[in-house]
């Protein structure tokens, strides 16, 4: 009798004990989950860019009917063919993702004046070009600054860092071994004012990246014959 009245005390302290350590568990499974789903929250929330017809200080990156990139500073220069999926570079602002850009659809202003915005993944508004891309046309031009007394011939290769053919242009002079300076138009707003002054200067229309400064020689696009004439290589 004795032996069984000193085992109900143990029993019940053995129940009480998982019951509380089942609830501990469960308490912080729930603080978990309320954790992630605020967080996820904070991510979906990320402010987008305001982008209204006097929009300044972001650019502005369309894609033609053959694939090209095109950089505009304004949404009046984009053109209204190409307007449905158009990348916007915010110098002030991020996506959640570090693999997502933002586009805009610049075909109907909202009623408050403002163009819609999203976030889409780099790769697949890279896949929007990748899908219209045919043989390029490139173009070399006369540019009004040209760099004089440079022993070696000077490079500067403005471009993005998405962008396929500014990495191939510069692997090409790399291998060359001729002295280069790339210029990222995206996240340098001094490099794309001065890449549009330039092709301002040559009478030339924002066009495709890179646009490559040989020589004082502007370039649209990259193309090796093209390259190798404007450096006498």
């Known amino acids: 009798m004795h032996r069984r009245a000193c085992l109900k005390p143990v029993a019940g302290a053995f129940s009480v004990s998982v019951s509380s350590l089942f ?13 992630c789903k605020s967080r996820a ?9 305001v982008i209204t ?38 110098p002030v602002k991020d996506p959640a993702k570090l693999d997502d850009v933002f586009v ?11 163009y819609p915005v999203k976030t889409m993944a780099r790769t697949e508004f890279e896949k929007l070009a990748v899908e219209r891309r045919t043989n390029k046309k490139l173009e070399a031009r006369p540019a009004a600054s040209v760099l004089p007394g440079a022993e070696r011939p000077t490079v500067i290769i403005y471009g993005a860092s998405w ?13 060359h071994h001729v002295q280069f300076v790339e210029k990222d138009i995206e996240s340098d707003s001094g490099a794309a004012r001065e890449m549009h002054a330039k092709l301002e200067a040559a009478g030339m229309r924002g066009g495709s990246i890179p646009i490559i400064d040989v020589k004082g020689k502007l370039m649209v696009g990259f193309d090796e014959r093209a390259m190798d004439r404007a450096l006498k290589l």
């Open 23 to 35: 609830r501990l568990l469960l308490c912080v499974l729930l603080v978990t989950l309320v954790a």
């Open 41 to 49: 929250t904070v991510e979906e929330s990320s402010p987008l860019p």
């Open 53 to 90: 017809n006097e929009s300044t200080d972001l650019l502005f990156t369309w894609i033609d009917d053959k694939g090209e990139f095109h950089v505009e500073p304004k949404v009046a220069a984009v053109p209204e063919p190409s307007r449905e999926f158009v990348r916007v570079a915010d």
């Open 104 to 114: 805009a659809d610049l075909r109907t202003v909202g009623p408050d004046g403002r």
């Open 163 to 175: 962008c396929g053919p500014c990495h191939q242009a510069a692997a090409y002079l790399k291998a």
